[in-house]
Structure formats: C-alpha cells, structure tokens
C-alpha cells in the first residue's frame, strides 16, 4: 500500500510544479516540499534497508556535504570566528547591520538567514525527491512479470534521454536562470534520480517506464495549454490567475518554459529514438506488411510519440526564448551524436537519420503554422554584429558577470549565504537596469558560487564529474 502511496504522490508532486507557475511563491514552494518530505518517509518505510540503498549513490554523499554546508552558514558564530574566515561578511555587519559585529556579538556566515533558510528548503525538496525516486527505482523484487530484453535495450535511449534534458539544463544555466525556480529544479532533479536509479543492473522498470511517460504526457499537455494561451492570451495564465506580460503556458518567463519544456522534449525525442531503433517495421518482408504495420499497436504508440515530441519542441521556439533554444539545440546534437555513434556499430545508422529528419520536418511544419516572426525577431538581436561588439542581451548579461565576480572575490571562502544574492548584489551593482531589484544574475553557476564560495565551487565540479561520468556510462550500454 505504501508503495501505491509513493506512486500517487509523486505524481501529484510533477504534475502540481509547473501549474503552479513553476512554484515560485513560497507557498506553493512550502506546499511542494511537504508533499516531497511526506512521499519521502513513505519510501523509506517500503524499504526495509533504505538508508544502505541512499549511500550506494555519490549523488547523495554530494547532496547531503551541501546540506550540512549551508546549515553551517546558518550557525551563529562569534564574530571574530566570522572575521577570521570571511572578512568580508565581518565588515558587511560592521557597515550594514544595526549591532554590527563587535565584542561577544554572535552572528551567521549567511547575511541574511531568512533567505537562506527558504534556500535550504528549497534544497531539501530537491533531495527529497531524489532520494525517493532512487528508493522506488530499488523496489524490485523476485516474481515480478518478467520483461522483454528489447524493452530493457530501448531504456538505454531513454536515459539517454533524461541526461540530454540535464544537459539542455546544463547550457541554459550559463546565460539564465532556471535552477532557481522550484519547478525546473524539480524536474531536473527528476531526470537526474531516473539515471542514478537505473545505473545498477537490478531496478524496477516498469516504474522507470512509467515515470517517463507520464513526464512526457505531462509535457504535452502543458505544451498544448501554451498554444491555446498564445492565441487567448487575455493578461491572465489560465484566463483568470496571475497577470504576466511575457508568459508561456503556466510558466511567468519564456526563458522558464523552454527551460522546463527541453526536458520534457529530450524525453519525448528519446522515446522516438528508442521505439524507431527497435521498431518491427524494418523486419516486415514485402511492402504490403510495411503498409499493414502502421496499423498496429506499434505503429500507433510511435506516430504518437512523434508527434508530441514535434508538438513540444515546436513550443520552445514560439517561447523566443534565445537560451533556451540554444541550449535544447546543443543537448540534441550531443544526443543524436551519441545514438548515431550507437547505431553505426549495429549498422543501423540510416534509421537515425530517418528518425531526425522526420522530427525536424514536423518540427517545422509546427513552427511555421504557430508563426515563426516572434522568435525570429528575437534571434535578428542577437546578430553577429551585435555578439562581435557585446552589445544588446550580452551586455546586460556581462554586466550581471562582471558586478558578480567582484562579490565572488569578497565572499570567495564562504559567500554570502545561500539563496541572499539578490539582496546583497545591491552594494555590487553599478551599471542602471529597469527593475530596481535584481535577484539573479543569469548564470545559475556564478551566483551558487557568490553564495557559497569556495564549497559551492566544489559541489560544482563534483556534480559536473559525475553526471559526465554517468552520461559516458549510459552511452557504452547504448546498443
């Protein structure tokens, strides 16, 4: 029953992120992680064993090092404890902060706490989440149905699948930010825990399955919603909710819902990939069994995909969001590369190519029907001219860099508090911006490192040697 309950939760938890415009507010924020600490406890209490199955993951080991890191930001420390290892904190009370830091006084690394204790929830979702997928993926017990090994051979690609829409994650989080958000975070952690769960030889797979698919339905879903709105679009996501001048589907930001839609789209686009590499269509002898077969179940489960996954992208581009065009792009030719590296070792590259031109041509068949002007037009700002000079959105954007550096070599040992940049950026700032107040920088990288310094530095660089290791793992099995 426990086991039905984590299914149930789980689901509840995906498909609520993204509707509830990507989770920004800390109430839905605070409703999420409830929900993630509850499906949590019920994991555990299914396994027998699970704290023996978490420590088998580096992932975890990395998650919980971060985990103590920030509560040690948020310890009270004498000040000159705090003078010693960050100065620049020391002085920051000193010039700031009404009381300031002198004598017995005691305060906290982070400068300002209440931000970092939401940051710190906020982290705990992710690895809650993450911990519960690895203990549900490790459900797998003697007696269950026992599945096709071509079924096994086709979740190769999907995992494929999942790491490209990390990666897709991954570029974008150099020119915006999206790990910020709950809902993207969310779904990347996801992506991340299907992965890491399924690296083992052992592991539930129909759970694995099912989890892909209903990322993948959800994604569709949302990306028609996004469709319907841009033609209905009253000053309202959902006609009645939150007034938005730039939304996409549920989502406040463009730059938001690509960055959510890649990852539903990698999925789709390696579920293609896995049908049409393993599809019986090859094997039918005679051209009237190749017309016979899309007639079958077969062929109906992979037009279907095909279609979503065009349907899907084709929202990303209608998004205008540069970055997350860009970086959906990349993750797909790292992708393709890699299945088409898998199928010249079983001679089966031509399906490859047949499998990428039909999803571009539908792509852009979708594209021009929604209307290409909008991103188009996006794109003529981001010209050669303009990329050679630094003008236009780089500019803005090395600004952000620039006045972020000089807070990094302040708070380079220990930064300034998890999740405080946007209110401690306001002594750094010197360039004019419209918005007064600016909470990220638009480099996901540059701003955990302003936060956390010299171990978010290292949390970076561990993350990034394993989830290449990972990646390099999955694409040998690929067959």
């Known amino acids: 029953m426990s086991i039905v309950l984590v299914d149930i939760f789980l689901f509840l938890i995906i498909l609520a992120a993204p509707l509830m415009y990507g989770a920004v507010s800390f109430i839905s924020l605070a409703i999420l992680s409830g929900a993630a600490l509850l499906v949590f406890n019920l994991s555990c209490l299914s396994r027998p064993s699970p704290l023996k199955i ?22 009270l420390w004498p000040a000159q404890f705090i003078k010693f290892l960050s100065p620049a904190t020391y002085y920051s009370y000193l010039m700031y902060f009404s009381g300031g830091a002198v004598g017995d006084t005691w305060r906290t690394f982070s400068l300002y706490p209440s931000d970092t204790v939401r940051g710190l929830i906020q982290f705990l979702m992710y690895g809650a989440v993450f911990m519960t997928i690895i203990l549900r993926l490790s459900h797998c017990q003697k007696g269950d149905e026992v599945i096709h090994p071509t079924s096994f051979r086709k979740s190769e690609y999907l995992k494929l699948g999942c790491l490209s829409g990390v990666f897709a994650m991954v570029f974008h989080s150099l020119y915006d930010f999206n790990l910020h958000i709950p809902a993207n975070g969310l779904y990347f952690t996801v992506l991340l825990a299907l992965v890491a769960g399924t690296l083992t ?32 679009y009253n000053g309202h996501i959902y006609w009645v909710g939150m007034r938005a001048n730039h939304p996409v589907g549920p989502f406040y930001n463009y730059d938001h819902y690509a960055g959510f839609m890649a990852m539903c789209s990698s999925l789709a686009v390696s579920m293609v990939a ?50 997350g065009i860009m970086s959906f792009a990349l993750s797909q030719i790292i992708f393709f590369a890699i299945v088409l590296w898998a199928g010249w070792r079983a001679r089966k590259s031509g399906r490859i190519v047949g499998i990428l031109t039909t999803i571009v041509l539908l792509i852009g068949v979708m594209v021009v029907w ?28 090395l600004l952000f860099y620039n006045d972020t550096l000089k807070m990094i070599k302040d708070f380079k040992v220990i930064g300034t508090g998890l999740n405080t940049f946007g209110t401690s950026f306001t002594k750094y700032r010197t360039f004019d911006y419209t918005d007064d107040y600016l909470r990220y920088t638009h480099n996901d990288y540059l701003q955990l490192i302003s936060e956390t310094g010299l171990a978010g530095a290292l949390f970076l660089a561990g993350f990034m040697y394993l989830f290449l290791a990972s990646m390099i793992r999955v694409a040998r099995k690929l067959e």
């Open 370 to 397: 929604l209307g290409p002007e909008a991103f188009l037009k996006r794109f003529h700002l981001f010209s050669i001219q303009k990329i050679i000079k630094m003008e236009g959105p780089i500019d803005v954007r």
């Open 274 to 323: 896995a049908s049409m590499m393993h599809t019986s269509f090859f094997r039918q002898q005679g051209f009237v069994k190749k017309v016979l077969w899309f007639s079958t179940v077969e062929a109906n489960r992979s037009l279907r995909y095909i279609m979503m996954s065009a349907v899907m992208v084709a929202t990303i581009f209608i998004s205008t969001s540069r970055g």
């Open 54 to 75: 978490l420590v088998r993951h580096p992932f975890v080991w990395l998650g919980a090092a971060m985990t103590f890191y920030i509560i040690f930001q948020l310890i």
């Open 201 to 232: 030889e052992e592991y539930d797979h129909k759970f694995f399955r099912k989890a892909v698919d209903s990322i993948i339905m959800l994604g569709f879903f949302i990306a028609l919603f996004a469709i319907i709105q841009k033609f209905s």
